[in-house]
């Protein structure tokens, strides 16, 4: 059975990618990613259609035109995109549930979309381990990093005020992990 989307959120470096690889080795068939477009530069080891399509901003530029997105927004001076393609390739195509990975504004505008999903927040331990997971994650630039951890701020102001079904401080991975699961696979909420 396709369940209901799942959209994760959480600060940037906060392990949102980890954890989704865990789950996705784990149930090869039963979830699958919806594919975001970006405009930033891919990281080493990222496969572009695999962990984004990676776009050109006049690309994206044309997609938006074209009302091929359900929600874009810019963070950290990049633009990043949900097209309808990649959730329906998903849900439809592949009949699997889809799983979503977008920041703060995406769940602000998915929210007023028809798609209702249920939203999952990532918290940090702390902002000082965030830039600790950020730094020795090795892909960021000083100011891209500083971007980062200020839209941090920001998006855990908007998960204590309630925005998420379910919160999830990821402090020890296989626990962040169990509770992960225990989310998805519960009745729906
Ligand atoms: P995100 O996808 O949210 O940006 P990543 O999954 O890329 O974050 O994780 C950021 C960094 O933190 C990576 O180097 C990852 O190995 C590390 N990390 C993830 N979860 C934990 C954890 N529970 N404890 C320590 N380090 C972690
Ligand atoms: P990163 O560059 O670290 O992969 O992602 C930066 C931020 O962009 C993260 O918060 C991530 O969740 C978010 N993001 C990734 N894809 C999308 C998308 O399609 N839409 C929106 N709004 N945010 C996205």
């Given at each position: 059975m396709v369940g209901r989307p799942i959209v994760i959120s959480g600060p940037?470096?906060?392990?949102k990618s980890t954890l989704l690889k865990k789950l996705f080795a784990e149930y090869p068939s039963t979830f699958g990613f919806s594919i975001s477009n970006t405009t930033r530069a891919p990281r080493a080891g990222e496969k572009d259609g695999v962990d984004y399509n990676f776009s050109t901003v006049e690309e994206f530029k044309k997609m938006i035109d074209e009302n091929k997105f359900i929600e874009w927004a810019q963070f950290s001076g990049n633009y990043y995109g949900t097209s309808f393609k990649g959730v329906s390739d998903v849900s439809?195509?592949?009949?699997r549930t889809c799983i979503l990975d977008i920041d703060m504004q995406g769940v602000k505008l998915i929210k007023k979309s028809d798609m209702n999903p249920r939203y999952l927040f990532i918290a940090p331990p702390s902002i000082e381990e965030l830039r600790t997971r950020l730094e020795g994650r090795g892909t960021e630039t000083s100011e891209s990093l500083e971007k980062r951890i200020s839209a941090a701020s920001a998006e855990l102001e908007y998960a204590k005020n309630g925005g998420h079904d379910k919160i999830i401080v990821n402090d020890d991975l296989e626990k962040a992990y169990k509770e992960l699961k225990e989310f998805i696979f519960a009745e729906e909420v």
């Open positions: 940037s470096g906060t392990g439809e195509k592949l009949k």
